[in-house]
């Protein structure tokens, strides 16, 4: 018999299971459906070689809000976040620096290139966290479509909330939302590999260069890092990022959240404008009140709903959606301890992360080689040895290396992915061998996600880690589209909540909540 739901969640990715998990507690009855064998889209973790546990997409949680967290309850479910707060960044000539909470000793690494940049570096911080503050309204509101008829307090809302910040914190913040990073960085400090370091928060899963305008709004995104009201705090959770969907998908199911995995939907069932339901691969048809994709704007409208019957300029904005990727994942089973040129020998770099081919010029170089198809062999990586912040992720004496592989892109000027995938492994062995002699005799198995295969596994059009590039012209009231920026969609009844809304991309769960408070509110209407 088929069994009629409140609310069907196609999708159990972190922001899915975020707002089952809301919607569940809010007394709905909810289902989420997962076309994969394991609930957490890109916040999965699996054991693709056998006794290693790969975070196989993410692998670092900064961005979880506070009261997901709380409201859901997720420590009582297994949430546990573990320490991952160092930065060790390499250059190609064998300048390093080594970042961690200790401020003096960071201070110290700093004044080594330049005293200067040692005093600057607390005035940095401290502005950064003012405009996180200033913005910090904006992840827990759902943005207003540009219609002050529709919805007039929200615009009033925002603007009076904008009345009532500092107006150097405003100029700083617009500052970073129109310039590059490397112009707004190179007005606090004089030192490149500081200014690199700092910038690779500007480039994380984008198609931009520190020298790009644009650069300084992902810079600003990727530095709202805030665990529990702690700012700027990079955690790893205990078991993988997949540890995060657990603890979502096992607070749901506390709640009454019903999640079906193996179970892709391959249609929307709809009346005209009207969404009813959907249909799943195997032809079987579910009822629901609400049906809520947590997936990509194409998928979600082009591929599931169908281009009839929606607005034409929302079917065209979706095809003009940049969600091209630009990153890879690789992930390394290491039989043993990698030992960095830089700081041989054992520490507390060994428990955070790190980051090669440090250099404002190099990362340019790198991004003029991808935009045109292509990837260079001298990699910038963001990687970290996961194993040291979690043993568990590994047996005793052997280790897991993340790699976050920057400036690979969707389209290849030269060849396929397909063709390709063995070849941008083999790179970032090459380019880790710089700086880990011992590196390659350690490796005992690996895994290469390249943007086609992420895009295939887990529907992420074109591969992209933020279901869409993060720019000015794709944030905000923009987000997934300019006129359709809240959470409903032109059709009754069918709502979004991935990472394509508002806020955007990372492990938040933001759009998920957001999404799910927008649903109850409609429902009491």
């Not at 196609?10 to 909810?30: D, E, M, P, R, W």
């Not at 925002?158 to 910040?165: I, R």
Request: include cysteine.
């Amino acid at each position: 018999m088929n069994k009629k739901y409140d609310a069907i969640i196609i999708g159990a990715g972190h922001n899915g299971l975020t707002c089952a998990g809301y919607l569940a507690k809010a007394g709905k009855k909810v289902l989420v459906l997962e076309k994969r064998y394991l609930v957490g889209g890109a916040t999965v973790s699996e054991e693709i070689v056998p006794g290693f546990k790969f975070a196989t997409f993410s692998y670092l949680v900064s961005l979880l809000r506070s009261e997901v967290i709380h409201d859901l309850e997720l420590v009582k479910h297994g949430l546990r976040m573990l320490p991952f707060e160092t930065t060790l960044d390499l250059a190609v000539n064998g300048d390093s620096l080594y970042r961690e909470p200790d401020h003096y000793r960071t201070y110290r690494a700093i004044a080594r290139y330049s005293k200067r940049d040692a005093e600057a570096y607390d005035d940095y911080k401290l502005m950064m966290r003012h405009v996180i503050h200033a913005v910090r309204y904006l992840m827990h509101h759902a943005p207003p479509n540009m219609d002050f008829d529709a919805n007039p307090q929200a615009l009033i809302d925002l603007a009076k909330h904008v009345g009532t910040v500092d107006k150097e914190v405003l100029y700083t913040l617009i500052q970073l939302l129109t310039i590059s990073a490397d112009d707004f960085l190179s007005q606090w400090f004089e030192t490149d590999i500081l200014k690199a370091g700092l910038a690779t928060s500007g480039m994380i899963g984008s198609m931009v260069s520190p020298k790009s305008p644009g650069s300084g709004l992902v810079l600003l995104a990727m530095y709202m890092g805030e665990i529990d009201g702690v700012y700027r705090t990079w955690r790893f959770a205990k078991g993988g990022t997949g540890g995060v969907a657990n603890a979502l998908a096992q607070a749901a199911r506390s709640f009454g959240a019903e999640i079906r995995t193996n179970a892709p939907v391959a249609q929307l069932m709809r009346h005209g404008d009207e969404v009813r339901g959907v249909v799943l691969e195997s032809g079987e048809e579910i009822t629901a009140d609400v049906i809520v994709s947590s997936l990509t704007p194409q998928m979600t409208y082009l591929k599931l709903a169908g281009e009839e019957g929606l607005p034409s300029d929302l079917v065209q904005q979706v095809k003009r959606w940049n969600s091209f990727g630009s990153a890879s994942k690789i992930n390394l089973a290491l039989d043993g301890v990698p030992d960095f040129k830089a700081m041989p020998g054992y520490g507390m770099h060994l428990a955070g992360g790190f980051n090669t081919n440090v250099s404002i010029d190099s990362f340019e170089r790198l991004y003029d080689t991808a935009k045109y198809g292509d990837f260079e062999r001298h990699l910038f990586i963001d990687g970290g040895l996961i194993s040291f912040a979690d043993p568990d992720m590994a047996p005793p004496g052997k280790h897991v290396m993340t790699c976050f592989v920057m400036y690979t892109p969707y389209h290849l000027r030269q060849g396929t992915w397909d063709e390709r995938r063995e070849e941008l492994g083999d790179a970032v062995v090459d380019t880790l061998e710089h700086y880990i002699p011992n590196i390659r005799q350690l490796i005992v198995g690996r895994q290469i996600s390249t943007p086609l295969d992420i895009e295939r596994l887990i529907n992420m059009s074109g591969g992209n880690i933020f279901q869409g590039e993060l720019r000015l012209s794709q944030m905000f009231l923009m987000r997934p589209a300019a006129g359709y920026s809240g959470y409903q969609t032109p059709l009754h009844n069918y709502y979004i909540c991935g990472s394509s809304a508002h806020p955007s991309g990372g492990i938040s769960g933001a759009p998920g909540r957001l999404a799910a408070l927008q649903i109850l509110a409609d429902g009491k209407k």
